[in-house]
């Protein structure tokens, strides 16, 4: 089908057009119209202070253990050998090594365990306080422990698929060794933290975001790139995995979960589901 011709009344016609438009409109409003965007500044009648406050809010608590080269060297020998004498841990979710889900490693990765967990007790208690829920207690702030910790090593085509740990306040990731990386992201093996609203803030107009750049993430996920001597602290609910990994050197964490220890109410009992 042949296109119309452009004939010189018609582009008469568009300039009578775009002479109304500008005795109508002022040149700047004129502009707008033209390149079809709204101009930076707009005058108001009155002066509006618009105050963007992010609600509901998810805490990602990241962090460098003190001694990690030491504590780090340590770990690694006992992870090693661990993965070389016996055999990983049944989980559909992980591809690669992983030690069971319990406290058995406080005991065969020796005190450099200690060392590193003591620290993270330490920020879980300055992170965390008593609602106005909570019954008379006699500390000021809830004390935490270790109910569970597990090693994993990854190795190439290794991965962890998306998953939340149930049951439990605090969850963590402390790296021992990071293994390759890439500054490009070619390795791969981050650890991706989703939007726990999933994916309906970008539902109706994938195509929109706010203006604000805290809120950019809303209906995807971040990632974290892995750094020996680092701690991610994140919430138990929050879910995560681990992307695919490339690299040729073995990448080396350690997971846990993390409880309140409330001597003064035995009873107060928490619902544990397998992580």
């Known amino acids: 089908m042949?296109?119309?011709t452009t004939t010189r009344s018609s582009i008469a016609n568009c300039s009578r057009l775009d002479s109304a438009l500008a005795q109508r409109y002022s040149?700047?409003?004129?502009?707008?119209?033209?390149?079809g965007r709204i101009p930076r500044q707009v005058t108001m009648s009155k002066e509006m202070e618009i105050n963007v406050r992010p609600i509901f809010s998810t805490?990602?608590?990241?962090?460098?253990?003190?001694?990690?080269?030491r504590i780090n060297k340590a770990l690694r020998e006992k992870i090693l050998e661990r993965e070389a004498s016996r055999p990983p841990e049944a989980d559909h979710e992980v591809v690669g090594w992983s030690s069971?889900?319990?406290m058995s490693m406080m005991e065969w990765a020796g005190k450099a365990m200690e060392d590193?967990?003591?620290?993270?007790?330490?920020v879980a208690t300055q992170a965390t306080e008593f609602s106005e829920r909570a019954p008379a207690l006699t500390s000021a702030q809830p004390r935490w422990q270790v109910v569970e910790t597990w090693a994993n090593v990854q190795r190439k085509g290794g991965s962890n698929a998306v998953h939340p740990h149930p049951g439990t306040f605090w969850s963590g990731v402390y790296y021992v060794d990071a293994g390759a990386i890439s500054r490009e992201g070619g390795c791969g093996g981050e650890l991706q933290?989703?939007?726990?609203?999933?994916?309906?803030?970008?539902?109706?107009?994938p195509f929109?975001?706010?203006?604000?750049p805290e809120l950019h993430d809303a209906g995807k996920s971040i990632s974290f790139t892995p750094e020996a001597g680092k701690c991610v602290l994140f919430p138990g609910w929050l879910s995560h995995s681990v992307s695919l990994y490339k690299g040729e050197q073995p990448r080396i964490s350690i997971a846990f979960n993390l409880d309140p220890l409330i001597e003064e109410f035995p009873d107060w009992r928490f619902t544990k589901s397998k992580s």
């Open 208 to 212: 929109l975001r706010y203006t604000v």
């Open 2 to 4: 042949a296109l119309p």
């Open 100 to 102: 069971p889900h319990d």
């Open 27 to 35: 040149p700047h409003s004129r502009s707008r119209i033209r390149q």
């Open 116 to 122: 590193l967990l003591s620290p993270v007790i330490e």
């Open 59 to 69: 805490p990602l608590l990241v962090f460098t253990i003190p001694d990690h080269d």
């Open 193 to 205: 933290l989703f939007d726990p609203r999933g994916c309906l803030p970008v539902m109706l107009a």
